[in-house]
């Protein structure tokens, strides 16, 4: 699968502009060739600023959006329109601007009375394969990056992380809370032609570190997940301070996004 690609802005903003840009592009791409792009979404500051530069990118009134589906890697088990779940901001920054079928939109599910977390992982996972069947393959797959070097909801040390089934797991202990939430398990990751990697700030240099120099999924999730064409780490100038001298600006390990186009 591959080394790890580091794209590296100056900024969070071209960070987020950068990523939808090449989003963009990487769902045009997917719809000539094969019709459809399957796209699967994250959370967090970079991954929703990332959507609203989307809505905003000047290609996007183009696309023939109809031919997209949405996905989520994991999600809070709250309530619809909880403020903490991913979705909600993903709807409010991009989704409800987008002429999308609703039925291209596949939410993780909510709680109800007469359905736990297992259920919940169990009724995502079901959606999943009424789509794929037996060959699931996402175009690419978001993925924030958590100080913890957490990606998803597969935290360090949690049972989830060595899950070895391509599935969606129900977490019923992650360590921040809400502690109850339901995520894609790496293999079911893996099976993204593209696996991107979100990285902004000082805060999330260690994990940035990690990703670069280790692969052990216990420690550092986020060090163990790879795409089947492509792994992408973006991210901005602080998070990058701790695997080069930032001063080192010929340092071979990067690649700028103007040099990918």
């Known amino acids: 699968m591959g080394d790890v690609i580091v794209r590296r802005f100056d900024t969070a903003d071209e960070l987020a502009r950068g ?8 769902i045009v791409g997917a719809l000539t060739a094969r019709g459809v792009a399957h796209v699967v979404l994250t959370g967090g500051r970079i991954g929703t ?15 023939p959006w109809e031919g997209v589906e949405f996905w989520w890697s994991d999600e809070r ?11 909600t901001a993903a709807f409010e920054v991009l989704l409800d601007h987008l002429p999308v079928p609703v039925d291209n939109i596949h939410r993780m599910p909510s ?17 999943v ?16 990056v958590g100080e913890d070097a ?67 999924e216990h420690v550092a999730p986020a060090s163990n997940v790879r795409g089947q064409i492509r792994t992408v780490l973006f991210a901005d100038h602080d998070a990058c301070t701790s695997i080069v001298d930032p001063r080192d600006e010929n340092a071979s390990l990067f690649h700028d996004f103007k040099d990918d186009q």
């Open 19 to 26: 990523i939808a840009d090449q989003l963009v592009h990487t």
């Open 150 to 216: 957490h990606v998803a909801s597969l935290f360090p040390g949690l049972d989830a992380v060595g899950n070895s089934s391509i599935s969606v797991l129900a977490v019923g202990n992650a360590p921040k809370p809400p502690p109850l939430r339901i995520t894609f398990s790496r293999p079911l990751i893996q099976c993204a032609r593209q696996v991107w990697l979100l990285a902004s700030g000082s805060e999330k240099a260690n994990a940035v570190r990690q990703i670069m120099t280790m692969s052990d």
């Open 49 to 63: 600023a990332c959507l609203a530069a989307v809505r905003a990118h000047p290609l996007g009134a183009d696309i």
């Open 111 to 127: 709680p109800h009375s007469d359905s736990s977390l297992e259920d919940a992982a169990a009724q995502y996972w079901a959606d």
């Open 77 to 87: 088990f709250l309530p619809t329109g909880d403020p903490a779940r991913n979705d």
């Open 129 to 144: 394969t009424s789509v794929f069947g037996h060959d699931v393959t996402f175009d690419v797959c978001l993925l924030g």
